[in-house]
């Protein structure tokens, strides 16, 4: 069975420090990875997907992610945090593509 | 622009009355999902769609209803047979089926009372 977990629902970092926002998944097969960005009281927008290939993924806004399949981990970051990054961050992994696991969420704080 | 549309935004209804929610999607997308959102849980798949007049059950389709006459569209009825029914409810599409990403419409907001 698949699985997400998100370690932490709330991170808070200052402004111009690194973002770390970790995610470690189950899947029986090579899984597909998605990162997903939501603003209060909007939809999820996608942030970046590992699919196969190189495992450190870029995605928009400055944020990256390696896919590590010895630590089942999928990891998001990003080097300096800005204001505009305070939001909430969702991890999601499909093996066979028959359905979509989402973690809970990460709100991310970010202090000026 | 392509996207997905839902509305309204905030829909407010009492106890034991129907509800729909729109889902319109321009992108030519195949498939089409309903998730609901509640604080703390991270999104449950309702109902999918992966062509039109065909639709299955997702993790928590008791109490709602859903139809696919159109590509395009894809509205979720919320019963009054559903027991919890407020909640941040999320459409989304995919290309087609399988572990293309999807896209997410901007979310409509029901509150029963």
């Known amino acids: 069975a698949q699985s997400v977990t998100q370690l932490g629902s709330h991170v808070s970092v200052s402004e111009g420090a690194l973002v770390l926002l970790r995610c470690n998944y189950s899947s029986s097969v090579p899984p597909y990875l998605f990162w997903y960005v939501q603003y209060p009281n909007q939809g999820l927008q996608l942030l970046l997907k590992?699919?196969?290939?190189?495992?450190l993924v870029k995605g928009i806004n400055g944020f990256e992610a390696e896919f590590k399949k010895s630590e089942t981990s999928f990891h998001l970051t990003k080097p300096s945090a800005h204001m505009s990054d305070a939001a909430e961050y969702f991890c999601a992994v499909t093996d066979t593509g028959n359905q979509f696991y989402f973690g809970t969420g990460t709100s991310l704080t970010v202090i000026p | 622009d392509g996207g997905i549309t839902q509305s309204p935004k905030y829909l407010f209804r009492k106890e034991g009355q129907n509800v729909t929610l729109s889902c319109e999607q321009n992108l030519n997308h195949d498939a089409m999902y309903w998730y609901r959102q509640d604080p703390g849980q991270g999104l449950r798949l309702i109902y999918y769609?992966?062509?039109?007049?065909?639709?299955q059950k997702g993790d928590i389709a008791e109490g709602y209803s859903v139809s696919r006459e159109k590509k395009e569209s894809f509205p979720l009825t919320v019963t009054s047979a559903q027991k919890n029914p407020t909640a941040f409810y999320l459409c989304?599409?995919?290309?087609?089926?399988?572990?293309?990403?999807?896209?997410f419409g901007p979310g409509t907001r029901l509150t029963v009372t």
């Open positions: 989304a599409s995919s290309i087609e089926r399988g572990r293309n990403e999807q896209y």
């Open positions: 590992y699919t196969t290939g190189a495992t």
């Open positions: 769609s992966q062509i039109v007049n065909d639709f």
